[in-house]
């Protein structure tokens, strides 16, 4: 799987498209998830699936179908860049180890002042800004080593009232 990642990652170089993730699902299907700067449009899938479709048959690798979406919503975070790039942003992120019994917390990131998605290391202090049930707000410091998944975790309203 990495060499497949690393495969589709110089495939994209040179191009704004980000690699968020590559996945074989069953049934022979190979998943790639992008991101733009912009928002994922249909034109940067089919840009995405005609350049893979090509490397992957000269790198013969192996596949039914090739899958190319955006990430959602819910986007995972998989590098220490995301999290700096969506500080500010509501998350949910698992931990390795419990904290105060529990492994998964969902607050809005806070990346250190001054740091950068360049200059940002696995041992950079993040905070998670946490709402207790009494509605005040607390923070939980952690580094990207000890997150084993973290995603988006956006408030959607389909109904049009504010929450």
């Known amino acids: 799987m990495a060499d497949i990642f690393a495969l589709t990652l110089e495939a994209l170089t040179g191009s704004d498209i980000e690699l968020v993730d590559v996945e074989r699902a069953p049934m022979g299907v190979l998943r790639v998830v992008i991101d733009h700067p912009e928002g994922v449009s249909i034109e940067n899938c089919e840009w995405v699936s005609k350049q893979l479709s090509r490397v992957f048959e000269v790198e013969s690798v192996d596949y039914s179908r090739l899958e190319v979406s955006s990430p959602g919503v819910d986007r995972p975070l998989k590098q220490i860049a995301d999290f700096v790039r969506f500080a500010g942003q509501r998350v949910e992120v698992k931990f390795r180890e419990a904290i105060e019994n529990r492994k998964v917390f969902v607050g809005v990131l806070i990346a250190p002042e001054g740091v950068s998605a360049e200059s940002a290391t696995p041992d950079t202090q993040f905070l998670l800004e946490l709402e207790d049930a009494s509605g005040g707000v607390r923070d939980l ?22 929450r």
């Open 141 to 162: 410091s952690f580094t990207f080593d000890e997150v084993d998944r973290a995603k988006l975790d956006p408030v959607l309203d389909f109904k049009g009232r504010k």
